[in-house]
């Protein structure tokens, strides 16, 4: 029936009496011409020659010659209830790339056999639920066959989530950066569900419409970079399985040149935010603030930690690190006097992973600028003396946020 073209994906619906196969098709006979169709067939037992004939076809739809041809066609699904006279396909046409987002077709089947586009755009993937097909956007839209018609319900992002989720809300500020309207960080526990809650009207269109854009990272580097990698396409609801420090980074890009290394931290854990006191706020910028503390036993470390990533000379130094937490060792008392982090769980007096230079300086009222390390770490390096201790700061770019640090006496 259809000459050069390969079958994907095939389901039998029934409008009322009648039952048609529906099929997905591809075909790539000729190079860089890659399509994908669907075909709505029938077959008559009483044909005297060819029982099989076509009753419908969709237009052609190009995908990626990169993927195989079984591929062409992503997820896949049907939509077809009792006694109804329609019935309802929703499918992605596949591409390679970073870019999670798909060109999506639902495709109404009417009682003869004729098919029409009840909705089209771009999503990231497709779910089927019990009695609707739901097609991630940045919202949802939720398509569902009411009094044998194709209903079509939109949801915008802000309004995604379960109620029982905790609501983190933002806005924009008269530079256009994305902050939050309550704390910067938050404390849950494990499994909690968070959604992001626009506190305005303005922010909630930008939101629902996708000009801002979310990231999330779990801080390793201290920032989360504005890459496909850490962007999250669709939905508005996250949980955490893991315990740790992650970020959210929601980004104005179209108004807003200069990006912060995130915007809400997220510290999973018991979800008990730890006391704040006035005598807290003034140690934080007058002591080392750590996992573990100068002079601790580094069989103290090997208990909490397990076993370490790396354990061996640096820098003329001990250094024992578990992920991106490191700790110098004292050779002779092996215990710790000095740090190496990656992570933001460390104070400085009163500096922290994630500061900018400008940051910094500020808060040690020093003038430091940054030096290119082109030898060992391919890395810009802020270096600070202070309170009788060597500090340095690493960052990726010269101005640009720091992603780690090593500390040891001078």
Same mark, same amino acid.
């Given at each position: ?29 000729? /190079?860089? &011409? =890659?399509?994908?169709?669907?075909? *709505? !067939? %029938?077959?008559? @037992?009483?044909?005297? $020659? ?6 419908? /076809?969709? &237009? =052609?739809?190009?995908?990626?010659? *990169? !993927? %195989?041809?079984? @591929?062409?066609?992503? $997820? ?335």
């Amino acid at each position: 029936m259809f000459p050069d073209w390969q079958m994907i994906e095939q389901d039998i619906v029934q409008i009322n009496d009648t039952y048609y196969t529906v099929i997905a098709i591809a075909q790539n006979a000729v /190079e860089f &011409e =890659e399509k994908v169709k669907i075909a *709505i !067939i %029938d077959y008559d @037992s009483k044909g005297e $020659e060819n029982k099989w004939s076509t009753v419908w /076809e969709s &237009e =052609e739809y190009y995908a990626d010659p *990169i !993927i %195989d041809m079984e @591929s062409y066609i992503g $997820e896949y699904y049907v939509l077809n209830p009792d006694d109804t006279s329609v019935a309802l396909v929703v499918f992605n046409v596949m591409h390679s790339g970073t870019l999670r987002m798909y060109e999506t077709y639902a495709i109404q089947i009417d009682e003869s056999g004729q098919g029409e586009v009840a909705w089209a755009g771009s999503a990231s993937y497709i779910e089927k639920k019990e009695d609707y097909i739901e097609i991630m956007v940045h919202g949802s839209v939720q398509l569902s066959i009411e009094d044998n018609e194709v209903k079509t319900t939109e949801i915008p992002r802000s309004e995604l989530g379960s109620q029982d989720a905790l609501q983190v809300e933002f806005t924009l500020n008269q530079d256009g950066v994305v902050i939050p309207t309550g704390d910067e960080e938050i404390y849950v526990k494990k499994d909690q569900p968070i959604t992001l809650i626009p506190a305005d009207e303005t922010t909630k269109s930008l939101f629902d419409e996708g000009d801002i854009s979310v990231y999330l990272g779990n801080m390793e580097n201290g920032s989360i970079p504005t890459a496909n990698a850490y962007l999250v396409y669709v939905g508005n609801e996250f949980t955490f399985t893991e315990e740790g420090t992650y970020g959210f980074l929601l980004d104005y890009y179209t108004e807003n040149s200069s990006t912060p290394p995130y915007t809400i931290l997220v510290h999973v854990g018991d979800g008990v935010k730890p006391e704040e006191s006035e005598e807290e706020d003034v140690a934080s910028s007058t002591e080392i603030i750590a996992p573990f503390a100068m002079g601790t036993p580094l069989d103290e470390l090997f208990e909490h930690y397990g076993e370490p990533t790396y354990n061996d000379y640096y820098n003329g130094g001990w250094l024992v690190v578990f992920n991106k937490e490191g700790y110098f060792i004292d050779e002779l008392e092996e215990t710790v006097r000095g740090y190496f982090f990656s992570v933001p769980t460390i104070s400085v007096f009163g500096a922290t992973i994630g500061m900018t230079g400008e940051e910094i300086n500020s808060i040690y009222g020093d003038s430091v600028e940054p030096y290119f390390d082109d030898i060992s770490t391919g890395q810009y390096v802020l270096t600070f003396y202070k309170n009788g201790y060597k500090i340095f700061f690493y960052s990726e770019e010269e101005n640009g946020p720091t992603s780690s640090m090593w500390l040891v006496e001078e």
